[in-house]
């Protein structure tokens, strides 16, 4: 397809060209675009982020956007919306930053909060159809993206290695801390056995953010998380009493996408702010949804009766979505500005190296469970699959056509 003059390079026979730096509105397309369709989860998410910001619009290089997701790796929240806003920060600074997180979760909020108002489509026959359909583009998107990555970051036998020990850690004792030790391990091993260069003067950096502003984000993130709870039982507000819940298990969960489930249903079941059915049914339609899986909370926002005087509804929700990416915002703003002077080092570049073989292997794990085992049922799925990967790797279709060919085809049980 033809590439959109505003953000691709105005001489593209120059390789040291830079792109056109994008506006905010043309950010905001480009994200809710994504939000749109990106379906699968977050490491699918990882895959459409490499297709359209990585190589379509090359808003950031390939070893940048392997950091980023290397980084977030470590951070609480949402990895791969926190990938996302990373990429438009570097473009726009906050300003980017707020734009993209708008684009990519307004369809999927509004979806989830709509959804607490009566029964998803997806329960039907023909939703079921349309999501598995879904489910099958999501494979292949993931697919592409880990080949893309592994060229990178697997391309001796020492960091295949890595690659290959992180995916079966994974398989077998996959939990939320574990990911982290193995993380952390890959990093120490990478700065003890490789040696890599300072990476490159022409990555993109955040703009307008200096380590005095990074503290104090740092600060506002752990007063709200000690303090949002104190300040909702001294007033005894069901509105900030939910708001701070929301707040503390978007601070808490590591890895993001479904690790947070766990986290949201012992703060919202236990409690009797709603019931473990209500809770499940809104868990299956995140499943169903393109965006970021942390929109469930914008469902439980509209369900849930955390006592007398709270809101619920179109507001509940919205509050709710917004307290539950909040950490991630204040969290980007702390680390970013450290990050962009770490990982010029040398020994910082070589844990990295480790660190990034790492991801792909944790990536290959999440491949196969949950991706690959819960949509590839027979050789028509498998079929599907290979389609799908021809024509987005080398066909080079854009990931929301492939997305859509393939919902069209679930839906009449192709």
């Known amino acids: 397809m033809p590439s959109d003059p505003r953000t691709e390079t105005i001489a593209i026979s120059n390789e040291t060209e830079k792109p056109v730096t994008p506006g905010i509105l043309e950010i905001f397309r480009v994200y809710l675009m994504l939000g749109l369709t990106a379906f699968g989860g977050p490491v699918a998410h990882f895959g459409f982020y490499r297709t359209v910001l990585v ?132 990093a120490l091993a990478g700065a003890l056995m490789f040696a890599n260069p300072a990476v490159s003067e022409g990555v993109a950096r955040p703009r307008g953010r200096g380590k005095l502003g990074a503290l104090a984000f740092l600060a506002a993130f752990a007063v709200l998380l000690v303090g949002l709870p104190v300040l909702a039982e001294a007033l005894d507000s069901a509105n900030l009493r939910a708001f701070a819940g929301f707040f503390r298990v978007g601070s808490l969960v590591f890895g993001g996408g479904h690790v947070v489930l766990p986290l949201l249903k012992a703060e919202v079941v236990p409690t009797g702010w709603t019931t473990t059915d209500i809770f499940l049914a809104g868990y299956g339609a995140a499943q169903a949804i393109p965006g970021p899986i942390f929109a469930i909370a914008g469902y439980l926002g509209n369900v849930i009766t955390p006592g007398g005087g709270y809101v619920g509804g179109w507001i509940g929700g919205a509050l709710a979505t917004l307290a539950i990416f909040a950490p991630s915002f204040l969290l980007l703003g702390a680390a970013l500005p450290h990050w962009e002077s770490l990982r010029t080092r040398t020994r910082v570049r070589a844990a990295l190296t480790g660190v990034n073989a790492a991801v792909v292997g944790l990536l290959l794990a999440v491949l196969y469970d949950p991706v690959w085992t819960s949509s590839v049922t027979d050789a028509s799925d498998f079929a599907t699959v290979v389609v799908a990967a021809i024509v987005l790797a080398l066909w080079k279709f854009p990931p929301w056509l492939v997305v859509l060919l393939a919902a069209v085809a679930g839906f009449f049980g192709v």
């Open 55 to 186: 190589e379509r619009h090359r808003w950031i290089d390939e070893r940048a956007f392997a950091d980023l997701i290397a980084l977030t790796q470590f951070l609480p929240g949402p990895a791969s919306s926190q990938t996302a806003i990373a990429i438009a920060m570097m473009q726009r600074g906050w300003a980017g930053g707020i734009a993209a997180w708008i684009g990519f979760t307004l369809p999927a909020a509004i979806i989830m909060i709509a959804l607490g108002f009566g029964v998803s489509f997806a329960a039907t026959a023909a939703g079921q159809g349309i999501v598995h359909g879904l489910k099958l583009a999501a494979v292949a998107v993931v697919l592409n993206a880990l080949w893309g990555m592994a060229r990178n970051a697997c391309d001796t036998p020492t960091k295949a290695s890595f690659t290959g020990v992180a995916c079966v850690v994974m398989l077998f004792a996959a939990n939320g801390w574990l990911q982290i030790a193995v993380i952390g391990a890959a």
